[in-house]
């Protein structure tokens, strides 16, 4: 597997000065390469993220079976984040013998906490407030932007950010429990897995009290229902080389794993409403315990691809290949502002609907929106990234002005 000389951002590894070999233990200072697979691993989860939400806004998710089918397996994307995330900062920090958690704390949250409070008052000025006429209320109304921030709920995909900052405050935890059991890494990740099952059994099934009710919906915006995958994100940099060599020559077992296992949670899901009258859209349908072996395996397949593509044909692909360095350093400040421009390509009505989907129709409403939503954060991220504070904006450095 290709390996490379990196440093953790906020969602992932970019390049810096040789550091250290992760291996199966603290050790010293060698030089490692560059994790060109990480790269293609994180684009294609930021595009596939932006699918879904386009997809979900351009139709009726609460009523349609085809949506929420897709919507139901492409939930891994969702899990890919903290597993990458995991895997990132693991990789940076496991063999790093002067690893000091202020230190980490320092540098690494106000890489999130200052785009997450910048883009939720964003999000609460222009849909909250401006979409609803409200716009001369905001100095007087700031107590309800408050209670939107403390949970993530300014913009719908801004909880990711609010359990991001929940991962950086916990990961020297993580970092001490897989440096303590080195040698039993797998009752470690089987510990966690036991774990996952549980949590998610609990928020399929249990119907929590009139008293509890009203926060433990919340769940979905606290690290707690994505552990496992921060574990097995974190587990997989320690022992990257040995899963490479594991995954050699296994294409068609993990196609086959990931049919089977895609089949199976699309059949439970399937069967619940059709047979037992469940509803068509479940909030809690990323949490499902029937959609945990395809969530694994499907990040595992993601990951295998990238890591071959990596190894075998990244140098005959340099336009692609450049491609995905571009999206990748781009992907999460384009997380950031894509629902802005989602918002405004929506906004304008005709009878009630969306202009954009009443002129073109489906399913070519939702493939335009997607590629402009794209198109337009991108655009935007460029502009933002070329201001001064382009840290706190996009949550990565300025880019200096090109001179003719």
């Not at 000389?5 to 560059?34: C, F």
């Not at 883009?119 to 609460?124: K, P, V």
Request: glycine letters at 6%; hydrophobic letters at 50%.
């Amino acid at each position: 597997m290709t390996t490379a000389v990196t440093r953790a951002t906020d969602t992932g590894v970019q390049p810096s000065a040789p550091q250290s070999t992760v291996g199966s233990g603290v050790a010293g200072r060698t030089r490692r390469a560059y994790l060109h697979h990480v790269d293609l691993i994180r684009a294609t989860t930021f595009s596939l993220v932006i699918f879904v939400h386009c997809l979900t806004q351009t139709t009726n998710e609460f009523t349609s079976l085809p949506v929420n089918t897709t919507s139901l397996l492409l939930h891994f994307t969702r899990n890919t984040f903290f597993a990458l995330t995991g895997f990132v900062l693991m990789y940076q920090n496991f063999d790093k013998a002067e690893f000091s958690t202020l230190d980490f704390w320092r540098r690494r949250i106000k890489l999130v906490i200052f785009p997450y409070l910048i883009w939720s008052f964003i999000y609460w000025v222009v849909q909250a407030m401006w979409a609803n006429g409200r716009l001369s209320d905001v100095p007087t109304s700031l107590n309800e932007f408050g209670k939107l921030v403390v949970w993530g709920l300014s913009g719908f995909q801004m909880y990711f950010l609010f359990v991001m900052l929940q991962v950086y405050l916990l990961f020297p935890l993580v970092l001490w429990l897989v440096r303590a059991t080195v040698g039993r890494h797998r009752l470690l990740l089987a510990g966690s897995l036991a774990v996952q099952v549980a949590i998610t059994l609990i928020i399929t099934y249990w119907e929590p009290p009139a008293s509890v009710a009203p926060y433990w919906w919340h769940h979905y915006a606290t690290f707690i229902p994505y552990q496992f995958f921060i574990f097995y994100g974190a587990i997989a940099a320690v022992h990257r080389e040995e899963i490479a060599a594991w995954l050699s020559g296994k294409a068609w077992w993990l196609v086959g794993a990931l049919l089977l296992t895609g089949g199976f949670a699309v059949g439970v899901y399937l069967y619940g409403v059709k047979v037992q009258g469940h509803p068509v859209h479940d909030n809690d349908s990323a949490f499902f315990p029937t959609l945990i072996p395809f969530l694994i395996v499907a990040m595992t397949c993601l990951y295998a691809a990238a890591a071959h593509w990596a190894e075998h044909w990244r140098e005959f692909t340099p336009r692609f290949a450049r491609a995905v360095s571009f999206a990748s350093n781009r992907s999460f400040s384009v997380f950031l502002c894509h629902v802005l421009v989602l918002f405004f390509l929506l906004y304008p009505k005709v009878d009630g609907r969306p202009a954009i989907l009443a002129a073109l129709g489906q399913p070519w409403g939702t493939a335009v929106v997607y590629l402009a939503t794209l198109a337009g954060s991108l655009l935007l991220v460029e502009v933002l990234r070329h201001l001064p504070g382009s840290l706190y904006l996009t949550g990565r450095p300025r880019l200096p002005l090109r001179r003719r």
